[in-house]
Every structure is written in C-alpha cells, then in structure tokens.
C-alpha cells in the first residue's frame, strides 16, 4: 500500500523559506514521477513541481521557477520542496503525489494515482 507523508509546512513571511518533505512508501518508485501541487482556497488544485525518480531534470511551474527547487533522495525515499523567497500568493495546501511515469508533461493530476494529504503554506505579507 502507497502511503506519501507530507511534512514542513507551517507559517512564514514574505521572502521566507520552507522545506517540504514527501516521505514516500509501500513500493518501488522506480520508474514513477513524485511531484508537488498545491490548491488554495477557492482555486482548483495546480501543479508546482515534479521528479522523474531516479533522473536529474525536474519540472517547475512557471510561478515558481527560479524560487523553488525539487530534489530526491532515492535511499530514504524522498522527495523535497525547497521554497524561496516565497510570497503571499504561495499560500495554498501543498500536496505530494506519485504516478507511474507516461513520458507526457507531468504538470496535470491525472498522470497520479497516488496523493498525501497536504501540509499548509501560509504566506504573509
């Protein structure tokens, strides 16, 4: 059974930083894409970041390019958000997912079969 642990959320100021954790469990992820979304209040839920496991170019929304950066760690199986210089609008729950790599874009919910259960981002000004 797929279980993913999102951790590291919590409050910060404009231009602040926060890591996030996906602890990632019950198979091999080999050949998956792990990636963050989030969803804010009111808005549907969008992509922000993905990693093919095992492969070294991520992703990256264009809202959040140059600010946060994906990276894994295959030997404890997972994956992390580092978020810089974050700003108001970056405030949303934040949510880990894994899918079974197709070669299409990753940046759509479809392409997961699997999601943690969300760790707030509260962003303020």
């Known amino acids: 059974q797929v279980q993913l642990v999102e951790s590291g959320g919590g409050l910060v100021q404009a231009e602040g930083s926060l890591r996030l954790s996906c602890a990632a469990s019950g198979r091999s992820f080999s050949g998956y894409v792990l990636a963050w979304f989030r969803q804010a209040p009111g808005k549907e839920r969008e992509f922000v970041a993905a990693?093919?496991?095992?492969?070294?170019?991520?992703y990256y929304a264009d809202s959040v390019k140059g600010r946060f950066i994906v990276s894994g760690d295959t030997a404890k199986n997972t994956v992390y958000l580092q978020m810089n210089s974050l700003k108001p609008e970056d405030t949303a729950v934040y949510y880990c997912?894994?899918?079974?790599?197709?070669?299409?874009?990753?940046?759509?919910?479809?392409?997961?079969?699997?999601w943690g259960q969300g760790t707030q981002v509260t962003v303020s000004s």
């Open positions: 990693r093919i496991w095992n492969r070294i170019f991520p």
């Open positions: 997912a894994a899918g079974r790599y197709s070669g299409r874009n990753p940046n759509t919910p479809m392409e997961y079969d699997y």
